[in-house]
């Protein structure tokens, strides 16, 4: 008698960005690095923001400027749905500035990645968000 065993991932990521090139890539890497992980993705932070309440994600990384919703304000806003939310930021270096100022106004980042992402660093925030998690 043959049964199929449907596998639950242990966890969820979300990846908003709007640059597509980076979008690609990442929504080919990663599943490939973490195999265990449902991955969501969404090219601005209104659209990340509706798919986090679909569905309520473990790790958000996400691009800091983008269009419709900056990702300072899309992480304010997951963080009133689930505080425990693990947050990755990722931004150019013209980025750097409004960053340490969204930092200075209450908002919070686990984790801050400077473009051009180097791939290692990222999987490194990611593998810290899990033990964090788990």
Do not use: W
């Not at 599943?31 to 994600?57: E, M, Q, S, V």
């Amino acid at each position: 008698m043959e049964s199929i065993i449907k596998i639950t991932p242990s966890y969820s990521i979300l990846l908003v960005e709007d640059e597509e090139a980076t979008l690609e890539l990442l929504s080919i890497i990663l599943p490939k690095k973490y195999h265990g992980a449902l991955l969501h993705t969404a090219g601005n932070g209104r659209k990340g923001l509706d798919l986090f309440k679909t569905f309520t994600p473990d790790i958000v990384i996400t691009d800091f400027n983008m269009p419709e919703m900056s990702g300072a304000h899309m992480v304010d806003e997951i963080r009133a749905i689930k505080p425990d939310t693990k947050f990755i930021v990722i931004t150019g270096d013209t980025g750097q500035l409004a960053l340490e100022d969204s930092a200075k106004k209450g908002f919070s980042f686990d984790h801050i990645i400077v473009k051009p992402v180097v791939f290692q660093t990222l999987f490194t925030a990611i593998d810290q968000c899990l033990v964090e998690i788990e």
